[in-house]
């Protein structure tokens, strides 16, 4: 390298070293600079999909003043995420509170210690049973696990109304379910084993791979398959199948086992962090995160989410809570079986 | 001189010894803290059940299997395919060489996964292909093994091109202009020129082999079980560092073998001919027509082709745009910079260390270099976390830890790179800087670095390129807030449409590209510069 081009790359350097270098003195969730007193920040590690919990904390900035440091997830099968993040930092908390968009990360981690305990006024007319009894987590919009098909291929009276529809050998080779190893994926699956019991569970899924289930890297993916006709049908989440809906995409979702078990429920839940910096401030924020007004929020954005709380207009496309019927869950008891049941379904599904 | 002669040595030590201690501090003891980790149960008990599974069952052999033969065949196809370009490069003349040096090297800056996506929209089974020929052709093989090996020997080929261009601009052209006339010129590239840089295309394959073997996304995405999977799901799905750093000991174990593998086969081999690199032989001259086709014809198949998936994927102009950020941006190359200048420096001095070593250690220190390059980023993460994370040190939460992050991850390689360019400098040169009273400073600045600064630069672009892409230890440790492009870039994927995805992907690509394409167009061509230095 000559001494000219040297010097270039030496002024160059020196550019980005003049240069306002915001991300050194901002961290708020839009990134812009921010007041600079500990006591009005707030950090905040967010496993729901970005796209949709940062116009909510940006509201929260607005609405306070108080400037939130916000460190967002990336979709499970592309790193190891938030919740290996909060337990490596669990000897020097960073985070203030965590929220997560289902419940086996937060389980985990209220398994490890790493959660505290915060009943927050906020979760007033919340059902008891989208809430920890001992206050280390509580439920708020949630997303349902539903089945999406595509309505070229998959007519009238042939519209899936069961998740054992997929077993079905007429869809051979044309359906498709998130790796069960990770994210809302693997609390459905185990939460179907919590409700069938193994045998069934492990039966179920063994009919799945005889029909030629194709496993995808994640739920928006298997959206994708479904969408673009490389499947008919698949497991996935409410908000995926929406992103699909508002793209006039021919696909439309069915809530499965409406006269069955049920179709599973994933609230988002937010928790106090244990040994949190701030613990003020989170408590704050979580106090806000549960209000009617976030609910509506998320209802009304593209995460579709469904208010658990009664009186608050839910979301377009999707049915209101009290319209079908849920799985009856213990988050606890599903969260759980999640190790156990990802190493019954590795020889299964040949994962 | 009585009193330069009291610093000679300890300079060299002092140097050395410093890039010793900060290897050791930021590369090796992440690694050996999560080692320690493993050694845990997750009862709290020290044992080893966490390596009770390892190696026993037909699943785990299988897993390692295909790891391996995904590691060995994209490493065979990236050398076979960057190894005679990089001496294309090196030994022709032929028009706009800046620009189509940038155009070959644009697929090491798309990210792996995001590769494997512009390929199933080319070859999947509704993708172009597909729309093309009116029927699936294509899919059964992109969701395969082969589908996977092609796709990382395509992503990983600029290295093998960058690190063999480098190493044949230090051969004497006058070795291959003597042996031309009497040997045709097939035979003098395989006899001559090809086994003096052998050892560094071998550098680069093993490299390449080293970032197939702990690639998960491709895989991952093209549905081939491999071994990553495992140490993944550890983390994921069981959140257990223990056991998914136990995980990850095959890896280590595949990448010592190859490594051990590589030192056999090449060893100590004696690269060096004479004093100045001079002018190149003209191996290629009368060809610059063929050699222009098969540079377009490479770069509109590995490059071209998917960034244009990619950009039909987008669909508009206006999605690419929304999809920057300024400051993840500014953020990404400006600590990418950093970091890979830092990478460099470090490296530099080790690679020097590791070459001028005249102990038995020098083959182990390669096999250390090698094993760290392969931890998976995930327990490099965790294993920084685990270190920097102390009250009152003041450095974890800010970007500083990013840079960290590269620096763990990546001075091994640039380091193994650099080793193999200092070896090609021979060692009488500083001997004569010795005997005329230079000290060894003086001597390692004014003689060992110009010797090898096209090895500096193509060190330092393969350290950007890899530092710009890197998530999965910069995800754990990044500060809150808009912190780099793959983190803004992997945050705002998970829920989005492929469109999106599409215009996320080529946003960072363009960005990624823009200050390869500047250095690019500001770096003069070498050979007038390299027979001055002689």
């Known amino acids: 390298m000559n001494s000219k081009v040297f010097t270039r790359i030496c002024a160059l350097l020196a550019i980005g070293l003049m240069t306002d270098f915001s991300a050194c003195g901002g961290r708020g969730a839009t990134g812009g600079a921010g007041p600079d007193s500990k006591t009005d920040e707030v950090t905040i590690y967010v496993s729901t999909d970005r796209v949709f919990s940062e116009p909510i904390l940006r509201a929260y900035e607005q609405k306070t003043g108080v400037k939130v440091n916000a460190v967002y997830d990336t979709e499970e099968t592309k790193s190891t995420g938030l919740a290996n993040r909060l337990l490596a930092e669990k000897n020097n908390p960073q985070a203030d509170v ?28 919340i059902p008891p049973a989208f809430k920890d009894p001992e206050g280390y987590w509580t439920g708020f919009s949630a997303r349902i696990r539903v089945i999406v098909y595509n309505t070229n291929l998959v007519k009238g009276a042939d519209a899936p109304k069961s998740i054992y529809d997929l077993a079905d050998p007429k869809w051979k080779g044309q359906i498709a379910i998130a790796d069960p190893r990770f994210g809302s994926t693997s609390f459905h699956v185990a939460a179907l084993y919590a409700e069938l019991g193994d045998e069934k569970a492990d039966e179920f899924f063994r009919k799945l791979k005889a029909n030629g289930v194709k496993i995808a890297p994640g739920n928006s993916v298997v959206r994708d398959l479904v969408m673009k006709g490389e499947v008919k049908m698949g497991l996935t989440d409410t908000d995926d199948v929406n992103v699909a809906l508002e793209d006039k995409q021919p696909v439309a979702m069915a809530l499965p086992d409406r006269d069955g078990m049920g179709a599973p429920l994933m609230p988002n839940m937010v928790s106090l962090v244990a040994g949190a910096p701030r613990a003020g401030a989170g408590k704050k924020l979580i106090d806000y995160l549960l209000s009617p007004e976030v609910e509506r929020d998320l209802a009304k954005s593209d995460a579709v989410q469904i208010p658990l709380r009664g009186g608050v207009e839910g979301p377009k496309n999707i049915p209101p809570i009290n319209s079908f019927k849920p799985m009856t869950l213990d988050y606890g008891r599903a969260a759980g079986r999640v190790e156990d049941v990802v190493k019954r379904l590795q020889p299964i599904l040949d994962l | 001189m009585k009193w330069r002669g009291m610093f000679r040595a300890p300079a060299r030590t002092v140097a050395l010894g410093s890039a010793v201690a900060l290897f050791a501090l930021l590369c090796a003891l992440p690694i050996v803290w999560m ?30 299997l295909n790891s391996a033969l995904l590691g060995a065949g994209a490493s065979l196809l990236a050398t076979l395919i960057g190894a005679p370009l990089g001496l294309l490069f090196a030994r022709s003349d032929f028009p706009l060489k800046r620009l189509l040096r940038i155009g070959l090297v644009a697929p090491l800056v798309i990210p792996p996964y995001i590769l494997g996506l512009a390929w199933i929209y080319i070859g999947g089974p509704v993708g172009l292909m597909a729309q093309l020929f009116g029927h699936d052709l294509l899919s059964e093989w992109t969701y395969s093994l082969g589908g996977a090996v092609v796709t990382l020997g395509v992503g990983f080929y600029p290295l093998a091109m960058l690190a063999t261009e480098a190493a044949a601009r230090r051969v004497d052209g006058r070795l291959e202009e003597a042996a031309l006339l009497v040997a045709p010129r097939r035979r003098v590239l395989w006899r001559i020129t090809f086994p003096l840089v052998a050892p560094v295309v071998a550098a680069a394959a093993l490299v390449v082999f080293v970032l197939a073997i702990s690639e998960f996304g491709v895989p991952g995405l093209l549905r081939v079980n491999v071994f990553t999977t495992e140490v993944f799901i550890a983390f994921s799905a069981l959140y257990d560092f223990g056991a998914a750093t136990a995980m990850a000991i095959p890896l280590l174990a595949t990448a010592l073998i190859a490594g051990a593998a590589a030192q056999y086969v090449i060893g100590e081999r004696l690269l060096v001919t004479r004093r100045g690199a001079g002018a190149g032989a003209p191996l290629f001259a009368g060809r610059k027509t063929i050699a222009v086709v098969v540079v377009l014809f490479v770069i509109a198949l590995c490059a071209l082709a998917p960034i244009l998936a990619l950009a039909r994927e987008a669909g508009h102009i206006r999605r690419v745009a929304a999809a920057a950020s300024g400051t993840a941006i500014k953020n990404s190359l400006w600590l990418s910079a950093v970091g890979a200048t830092t990478i460099t420096i470090l490296g530099a001095l080790l690679g020097y260390g590791r070459a001028r070593a005249r102990t038995r250690l020098r ?22 976390i685990s270190l920097w994370n102390r009250p009152g040190w003041g450095i974890y939460g800010g970007q500083a830890m990013v840079v960290i992050a590269y620096l763990a991850r990546f001075i091994p390689v640039v380091a193994l790179i650099l080793a193999a360019s200092v070896r090609q400098v021979p060692i009488s040169f500083e001997e004569a800087a010795e005997l005329s009273g230079a000290g060894w400073l003086r001597s390692f600045i004014r003689i ?3 010797q090898i600064k096209t090895g500096i630069a193509a060190a330092w672009i393969v350290a950007f390129i890899l530092a710009f892409g890197e998530l999965g230890a910069t995800i754990l440790v990044a500060p809150p807030g808009e912190s780099t492009l793959p983190i803004r870039t992997y945050t705002l994927i998970a829920n989005a449409p492929s469109a999106e995805v599409a215009a996320l992907a080529v946003t960072q690509v363009c960005v990624g590209l823009a200050p390869l394409a500047l250095l690019g167009l500001f770096a003069g061509e070498k050979t007038k510069e390299a027979a001055s230095d002689a």
Request: glycine fraction near 14%.
């Open chain 1, 98 to 125: 965590f929220w997560s968009n289902e419940p086996v990360r937060t389980l985990v981690l209220k398994s490890r210690g790493a959660l505290a305990p915060y009943k927050s006024p906020g979760a007033d007319g």
């Open chain 2, 35 to 64: 080692l320690g980790v493993s050694f845990v149960g997750s009862d709290g008990r020290v044992g080893l059940g966490n390596y009770a599974r390892l190696f026993v069952g037909p699943r785990e052999r299988q897993l390692m």
């Open chain 2, 448 to 450: 060992v670095l110009p």
């Open chain 2, 363 to 384: 083959g182990l220190a390669d096999l250390v270099m090698i094993v760290i390059f392969a931890a998976p980023s995930t327990v490099v993460g965790v294993g920084l």
